[in-house]
């Protein structure tokens, strides 16, 4: 790829020169319309009901049909149908998602609903082409830039929309631009793909890990017995099969007041689901507060702390072993901590799939919750001998964490991958790169 022969000044602030062919005019001299969907209240699916367009609608920057919401018919509802080439934009949101957006590519019965705005352009500009300019960096940020914060959220007006300047080549340009950036966008998603596949594979190799270990051992020689329980499957001849509650104690979270909370020069640290990502402690979001802490409550090294109860059913049962830097934080009432001092293998058991296999027992559509009873009464696959626990534990610390640097890894290539994609948009839409004789 190649550089144009020649540029000049945009006048544009976010772009300093495009190639000299190339014309400058506002968003609004480009498009047919740009304006908010129906208010229409949205209904349960049935037989005569109209899809309508959600926020979640455009979430992965596609259309997808199996994320959109339900209307009744009303006379006017056709001013609102979507045509072929209309892009959708997200213009209240969180900041972070606030500019997504994303294509009507084919012919399909689909209304315009609110919180996305209908860009249609007009003979002036290729809808791909218009739909990667939104897409590039420059815009994204641009528009980021006119963004109206409020509580939770910021949004963008059509107004500022209208005003955004946008450079462009002749339309038989854009075409060519856009077919570039199709083709080369798709290469790099094959890519992308296959490096999520192979973390999942990767995923599933450290589950079957974990299952395998804290339900058969590391001995392949060991002579096995049914374990009673069904979902445990056989076990070695020489463990036990034992409830949670025979091996420690389950302890319910701090409940505390809104006048309780403080800062963190003033307060205690409680730890909430939202400190734990990933199987790690994590501290974006923090909450601390000023009042009397029971010394039960205090964390110590070897907690096992666990999400309880959360408006997520995949949240449930997440958790992390506390260690000596956590020491003294608190937890919240929708936290629960396992306090035994088989922490190690304990830990390694709560990760297995037959925890998750269990929890399917209790948690329903309405519930999200592990009660400490439920907690309790786990059924737990259990070598008596400690050294043997220790070297069960020692094996998947060392096996998972090469796992998981693979996954990492992985998951830094894709990032690279996707800085990439994003680049090649942003360097095609705004004349960087020459991609004429590319197509």
Known sequence: MRCYPEYKESRAEFIKLVPSHWQMKRLKHVTESIRNGTTASQIQLGETNYPVTRIETISTGEINFDKVGHVNYWEGIEDYRLRLGDILLSHINSLAILGNCAILEKSVCLYHGMNLLRISPNSLIHDRFLLYWLKSFPTNQLIKSFAKFAIGQVSISITYLKEIPITYPPLIEQVQIANFLDRKTEQIDELIRIKE????????????????????????????????????????????????????????????????????????????????????????????????????????????????????????????????????????VFMTVFRTKFFRFISCFLNSQIFKNQSGFFLTTTVNQLTIDTLNNFFICFPTDESEQAQIANFLDRKTKQIDELIATEQRKIELLKEYRQSLISEAVTGKIDVRNEV
Not at 214 to 240: A, F, Y
Not at 250 to 275: C, H, M, Q, W
Request: charged share 25%.
């Open 197 to 332: 596949r192979r973390i999942e594979l990767l995923q599933e190799q450290r589950t079957t890990l974990i299952n395998q270990a804290v339900t058969k051992g590391l001995d392949p020689n060991v002579e096995m017995i049914p374990s009673g329980v069904e979902w445990i499957g056989e076990i070695p001849k020489h463990w036990t099969v034992t409830r949670l509650k025979y091996l420690g104690e389950s302890i319910i979270g701090l409940l505390y007041k809104p006048d309780d909370i403080t800062d963190e020069e003033n307060g205690t640290l409680v730890l909430r689901a939202s400190n734990i990502q990933n199987g790690k402690p994590s501290f974006l979001d923090n909450v601390y507060v000023n009042t009397e802490i029971d010394e039960k409550l205090r964390l110590k090294k070897g907690d096992i702390l666990l999400c309880s109860r959360s408006g997520s059913r995949a949240l449930i049962g997440k958790n992390i072993t506390i260690t000596k830097k956590l020491e003294g934080l608190t937890f919240g």
